[in-house]
C-alpha cells in the first residue's frame, strides 16, 4: 500500500504564494510512475474537490486554478508538488494528495491546511 504524506500549507495573505509537496512513501519508483497523482481539497461546509492531476505525460487542472497553481512531479524523489500562486481566500480548505493506481485503487494523504486570509 502506497503513503501518502503531504507537506507545505499553511496561513498566507490573498495574492501569496505556497508550495505542496507530496511523498509517495513506500512506493518503489515503477509503482509511483504509474497511474495518476493529484491534488485535491476541501472547504469548510463542501465536498472534496478535483484540484489538478498528473500523469508522467499530462496534467490536468480545475478551471478554478488554471493559470494559478502548477503541479509537477520529481520521479526520482517520489514527490509530487502543487505551486499555488496567486493565492484567493476561497482556496482556503484542507488539501489532500491521491493516488489511482492502474487497477483502480485509490490512496489518499491526510491532508494538509491551506488558509488565505488576511
Known amino acids: 500500500q502506497v503513503r501518502l504524506v503531504e507537506s507545505g500549507g499553511g496561513l498566507v495573505q490573498p495574492g501569496g504564494s505556497l508550495r505542496l509537496s507530496c511523498l509517495a512513501s513506500?512506493?518503489?519508483?515503477?509503482?509511483?510512475?504509474?497511474?495518476?497523482m493529484g491534488w485535491y481539497r476541501q472547504a469548510p461546509g463542501k465536498q472534496r474537490e478535483l484540484v489538478a492531476t498528473?500523469?508522467?505525460?499530462?496534467?490536468h487542472y480545475a478551471d478554478s486554478v488554471k493559470g494559478r497553481f502548477t503541479i509537477s512531479r520529481d520521479n526520482t524523489k517520489k514527490t509530487i508538488y502543487l505551486q499555488m500562486d496567486t493565492l484567493k481566500p476561497e482556496d482556503t480548505g484542507v488539501y489532500y494528495c491521491?493516488?489511482?493506481?492502474?487497477?483502480?485503487?485509490?490512496?489518499w494523504g491526510q491532508g494538509t491546511q491551506v488558509t488565505v486570509s488576511s
Open positions: 491521491n493516488r489511482q493506481s492502474p487497477d483502480g485503487n485509490t490512496s
Open positions: 513506500r512506493a518503489i519508483t515503477s509503482v509511483f510512475n504509474s497511474g495518476t
Open positions: 498528473i500523469t508522467l505525460r499530462t496534467t
